[in-house]
């Protein structure tokens, strides 16, 4: 006998979850591999619905879903077991529960699609709130970078879109960054994006996360002359230059600048390059012995390093 397959309403209805997450988790982790009726429709298991509730389990115990997505289901059953994770209750409901990174995620795009800043606010007020300050930069607002590039990039979004983005996030994060306010004598990281890179939602979450563990932050802005990025690093006597490459990848002028802007930095001044355009400078950057950050985690891990006055990081 075939087995049974349930409609995306029912599956929700078990799982606690929302039609809108298990598309998500669906599309962009992999979670689940519902079948297709002919007119499309998604058909869901009963061993793909007992999935979706043990992911919500395990991701309500802090576990991120791109981290647990596509486990076995008996590493998913233990996940929830050690966390003292429940299935749904028969009647399909569930209890009160936090949101999880893709609705935050889903959430903070649409208000960027729809120009809308307190929606935008509100839902990265509750992705702090749920995450905390680490979680909102890694979990929320990195991926959100990395979408509205994408939708950037195929025309989904404007430039408009992008800089209302830019615009929110750099007061939110000021303020998220409050906290965290350096003590005296923190060593000065300087954040900015060289001449021809005009989009900053990379360098603001950079200086954030830079932020959050203790160092004194100047923000600069975007596409900057390399003279002026250097002169800022004496000026303040900064221990590093943090860069955000996000588009073009291939400006022959960049390479100049970032050649330039070594040259002017003096030689105990680490450069730190990020973003996703940079491995399009790869060669330069060696040759200039930037560090080349790959993620935030990475860029905690240069960072904490550099604080070291008597260790030189190596690449």
Not at 212 to 234: F, H, K, M, N, Q
Request: aromatic letters at 4%; hydrophobic letters at 45%.
């Amino acid at each position: 006998m075939a087995e049974v397959q349930h409609t995306i309403k029912y599956a929700a209805q078990r799982s606690g979850l929302t039609p809108h997450v298990i598309r998500v988790w669906e599309r962009r982790y992999e979670a689940v591999s519902p079948n297709r009726t002919g007119t499309n429709r998604r058909l869901y298991s009963e061993t793909e619905i007992q999935r979706l509730g043990l992911l919500r389990d395990v991701t309500q115990a802090g576990h991120s879903i791109g981290q647990v997505a596509r486990l076995p289901l008996e590493k998913l059953r233990a996940l929830a077991t050690n966390a003292g994770g429940t299935k749904s209750a028969p009647s399909g409901r569930s209890a009160p529960r936090t949101p999880d990174d893709a609705s935050l995620l889903e959430e903070c795009l649409a208000a960027v699609k729809s120009l809308d800043s307190p929606a935008l606010e509100g839902a990265l007020k509750r992705a702090a709130t749920a995450l905390g300050a680490q979680g909102l930069l890694q979990r929320v607002v990195a991926p959100l970078a990395q979408n509205i590039g994408a939708l950037w990039r195929d025309g989904t979004i404007t430039a408009a879109h992008e800089h209302f983005a830019s615009a929110v996030l750099r007061i939110f994060l000021g303020h998220a960054s409050r906290p965290f306010t350096a003590s005296e004598g923190a060593p000065v990281l300087i954040v900015a994006t060289p001449a021809g890179q005009i989009h900053e939602l990379g360098a603001l979450l950079v200086g954030a996360a830079a932020a959050s563990v203790g160092w004194d932050v100047t923000y600069l802005g975007a596409s900057l002359p390399a003279a002026e990025i250097a002169g800022a690093a004496r000026q303040n006597r900064a221990r590093a230059v943090a860069l955000s490459l996000v588009y073009p990848e291939d400006d022959p002028r960049l390479a100049v600048e970032l050649t330039r802007l070594r040259e002017f930095l003096p030689d105990e001044v680490a450069l730190l390059v990020g973003g996703r355009a940079m491995p399009g400078y790869a060669d330069v950057l060696e040759k200039i012995g930037a560090f080349q950050i790959k993620d935030l985690v990475h860029l905690c891990v240069i960072i904490d390093e550099l604080r070291k006055p008597s260790k030189r990081t190596k690449r």
